[in-house]
Structures are given as structure tokens and as C-alpha cells.
């Protein structure tokens, strides 16, 4: 669905070069965020975990500036083992203009359980109000880890 | 889930009938919540060669920055197995208060890449200060595109 609009405005885009390299670091406040689930392996521990490969996620990300603590992004999850809002809790973010960003992130749930999660992440800044990041998570429960890649959209809407 | 939500509304709306729909103040600067549906998508075989198809919808973040100003933007956000993207349209000065009537060249553009200036007709019907309709009409690789957006305001700069 939304692809179809991407394709027909957007198409206008492909007309043009890609000549021109845009890029912005995104300003402080709250953002829309879509994300997809684009792998989480090995899929038979995921799968107990009741993580699937494909999943799209919708959510808020909260960005505190560059170099800052209090990054928060939370998205609610559907699974086989329920339904509620997830907050993943980041270290400091990374400094101007510098796009790869890593460390330990806090996951917490409404049942109140929380878990340290190891993460990479790279931005891809778009302009001052919007982003790609790509976030690759190790989730490890009773001695089993499964890593999942998301590719998140961000999209600015308000501070 | 929207949907059984909406119908439920829109029966409320049904039930109190047209009074309320006097109801025209200005959107305030900030940033909304949009949600659009492709009400009409024309001539078939030239929208089929853009992928566009009438039902098609998607949510994004409009942000507006007041009557006659300039700097109002529709962000579009992409996540699917084969894309993650941004769609940006940046329109032209907003309408003057309290005018609906909206056209211009508007810039569209993905990251990665220039932007393409076209053509564009919009209409916008207020509810309050929080929220309105946009009706959007452009058209692309031959394709007559008219966009319906539902605008809910989330925030400010």
C-alpha cells in the first residue's frame, strides 16, 4: 500500500539523478517511527521468543539531540505471546554528524520484566525531520540469543 | 481495528447530523498526523505504470507552518521487506487564513536523490484548530492522482 504512493510520487524522483546526496542531522523531539523486521535469527530460537522475520512495527522514537542520553523508542508488539507497548531505552547518542551508534539499550515491558540488549545501529539522515535507522538487537532469555535487524523510518512530530 | 473505530465515529457523526460540520478554525503551526487514501487514480494504465491504485493508503507526518507561510512539508515513511524509505513533498506558501483553496509546484523527493518539481491543486476543509482534511490532486508520469488526507495535529517545533 504505502509502497504504491512512494512509487507514484516518488516516482517523480526517479526522473532525476541521484546527483544530489541529502543529508541532515535530525533535531531534538518525538518521531513517528515505522519500522520492518527485516531478519531475526537463528529463527528456531526467535521463533520461541515469538519474534518473525516481516513483522512491522509502529511507534515513537524520542530523540534527545546529538550526545545526549534519554533516547526512548516505543512501539507496541503483536505476537504469539500477546499484545502491549515495548521501551527500549538507549545510552547517549552519538555525536554530530556521526551516524553509527552502539552500546547496551534497556527493554522494558508493562509486566515490568526488563533486559540489557546489546545494539548496533546506523543512522541515515535524510534532513533536520527525518531519518532511516537500522538497529541490530541480541536479545538473550535462559541462555538462547536472537539477533533481529529492523530498519525503522523516523519522521518527526514535535518536540 | 481503524476501521471498526471509524465506523463507530462516523455513525456518532451520523447521528448528530450536519450541525456541527459549521464548525471552520484555522489549523494552528505544528505538526500532524496524516492519514491518506487515493480516492481516484487516473487513467488506469498510466497509474498501473507508476504503481499507484485507487484504494491505495498510507500514514505520514504533514507539517504546517501557519496561513502564508512557507516551509509546509508531507513526510511519507516507507518499511517493507524490499524498501525502507522517505518520501518528501515540499509545498509551496500555505493559503492565506482562512482560505481553502491551495496550488503550485510542490517538490517531491526521496533521499538519495533531487528534487522534481510538480504541479499540484489541494483543498483544505477545516475542523479546529487541531485538525482538518486535504484533498490533493498531482499528477505523475501522466497519472491523475487525488489524495484524501485525514490531519491530526501531534505537535509543535
Known amino acids: 500500500m504505502r509502497a504504491f504512493f512512494l512509487s507514484g510520487l516518488a516516482g517523480l524522483a526517479l526522473y532525476a539523478s541521484n546527483a544530489t546526496a541529502l543529508a541532515g542531522q535530525i533535531t531534538t523531539g518525538y518521531y513517528y517511527g515505522t519500522g520492518y523486521l527485516a531478519s531475526a535469527t537463528p529463527s528456531s530460537v526467535c521463533s520461541t521468543f515469538g519474534i518473525t522475520p516481516g513483522t512491522t512495527t509502529t511507534g515513537v522514537f524520542y530523540y534527545p539531540g546529538a550526545g ?3 533516547a526512548t523508542l516505543r512501539s507496541n508488539y503483536s505476537t504469539s505471546k500477546g499484545t502491549g507497548v515495548e521501551a527500549e531505552i538507549f545510552p547517549a547518542t552519538p555525536a554530530l554528524n556521526v551516524t553509527a551508534w552502539s552500546g547496551t539499550l534497556e527493554e522494558g515491558f508493562e509486566t515490568g520484566s526488563q533486559k540489557a540488549v546489546p545494539f ?3 543512522f541515515t539522515f535524510f534532513d533536520s525531520d527525518s531519518a532511516l535507522v537500522s538497529v541490530v538487537a541480541s536479545l538473550t532469555s535462559f541462555g538462547f540469543t536472537c539477533k533481529t535487524t529492523e530498519n525503522i523510518v523516523l519522521l518527526k512530530m514535535g518536540v | 481495528m481503524n476501521m ?8 456518532i457523526i451520523g447521528l448528530i447530523g450536519p450541525s456541527m460540520a459549521q464548525a471552520a478554525t484555522q489549523p494552528v503551526l505544528g505538526y500532524y498526523f496524516a492519514t491518506g487514501y487515493v480516492s481516484s487514480a ?5 497509474c498501473s505504470a507508476v ?3 485507487a484504494g491505495d493508503d498510507y500514514n505520514g507526518i504533514f507539517y504546517y507552518p501557519g496561513a502564508g507561510h512557507t516551509g509546509g512539508v508531507l513526510r511519507q515513511a516507507t518499511a517493507t521487506a524490499t524498501k525502507t524509505a522517505i518520501t518528501e513533498l515540499k509545498f509551496p506558501t500555505t493559503p492565506a487564513a482562512g482560505t481553502t483553496a491551495w496550488s503550485g509546484t510542490l517538490q517531491a523527493g526521496t533521499e538519495g536523490s533531487t528534487f522534481v518539481a510538480t504541479p499540484f491543486t489541494a483543498s483544505f476543509t477545516f475542523l479546529d484548530a487541531a485538525s482538518a482534511d486535504l484533498s490533493l490532486t498531482v499528477t505523475v508520469g501522466g497519472c491523475s492522482e487525488v489524495w484524501d488526507f485525514a490531519l491530526m495535529r501531534t505537535g509543535h517545533d
Open chain 1, 68 to 70: 545526549k542520553t534519554g
Open chain 1, 120 to 122: 548496533t545501529a546506523q
Open chain 2, 4 to 11: 471498526k473505530l471509524s465506523s463507530a465515529a462516523a455513525c
Open chain 2, 42 to 46: 487516473t487513467p488506469t494504465a498510466a
Open chain 2, 51 to 53: 504503481g499507484v491504485t
